[in-house]
């Protein structure tokens, strides 16, 4: 199957900073990406949805300004975290799909601690 | 609007038997797809298996057979020979074709497989 690498795997930061993740579609091109947000113990909620060169769909009750999303090639979506809080400690997963491709595929997934 | 239903948080099945994980679904469009994803402890989503609406036969990959109830609206998965490796968190997950290709998850079922 198609790889998706994302990065970091964890991080660690300080209440009030922004954080920034990356998620790489390495053998493809990747159309439209998707991130997720995980809780322990909990399924993945859908954030927001990103096209390339297209601005991004967010879900309802997501902020916008808090979880910048930038897809501005075809192999590459990054999402920001502004001004992180403790409560936006959580596991964040990005999926990635080519316009070919039936199904989606996910990166490693980022650890976000706010501390 | 588009629902997934898992209604096992946890499972326990002994190593070498087969499980049924349940998946019931709710959705007024007649496109769509069905998949099953395994989550291990590390986070990562890995694809197991997919259904499209139009198929005529359950799909079936290795180990893992998807029994598809159109009318019952029901997807679960069942996994053979059960192994130790395969302890995880299950997701049942739905993607509408005419809504972008969001994928839509379930709750997710814990499987502990017992030696």
């Known amino acids: 199957g198609a790889v998706v690498s994302q990065h970091p795997s964890w991080v660690i930061c300080k209440s009030g900073t922004s954080v920034k993740i990356e998620c790489r579609s390495l053998d493809f091109q990747a159309t439209t990406m998707f991130w997720y947000r995980q809780f322990p113990k909990q399924s993945l909620m859908l954030m927001a949805t990103s096209n390339e060169g297209s601005k991004a769909t967010y879900e309802q009750g997501v902020e916008k300004d808090k979880f910048l999303i930038n897809h501005a090639s075809l192999t590459l979506s990054t999402l920001t975290v502004t001004s992180a809080h403790p409560e936006d400690s959580s596991f964040y997963i990005c999926?990635?799909?080519?316009?070919?491709?039936?199904?989606?595929?996910f990166g490693q997934g980022t650890r976000l601690t706010v501390v | 609007a588009q629902k997934i239903t898992q209604t096992q948080p946890g499972m326990f099945v002994q190593e070498k038997e087969a499980v049924t994980l349940d998946c019931t679904y709710d959705?007024?469009?007649?496109?769509?797809?069905l998949f099953w994803y395994k989550q291990p402890s590390s986070g990562e989503m890995i694809f197991l298996i997919y259904q499209g609406s139009y198929d005529q036969q359950n799909a079936t990959e290795g180990r893992y057979s998807l029994n598809f109830q159109k009318a019952r609206k029901s997807a679960n998965l069942v996994i053979s020979a059960s192994q130790l490796g395969d302890s995880a968190m299950y997701f049942c997950a739905m993607r509408d074709l005419n809504q972008g290709g969001k994928l839509i998850f379930g709750q997710g079922t814990e499987l502990s497989v017992k030696p």
């Open positions: 999926s990635a799909r080519g316009i070919l491709n039936t199904e989606a595929f």
């Open positions: 959705t007024s469009d007649p496109s769509y797809g």
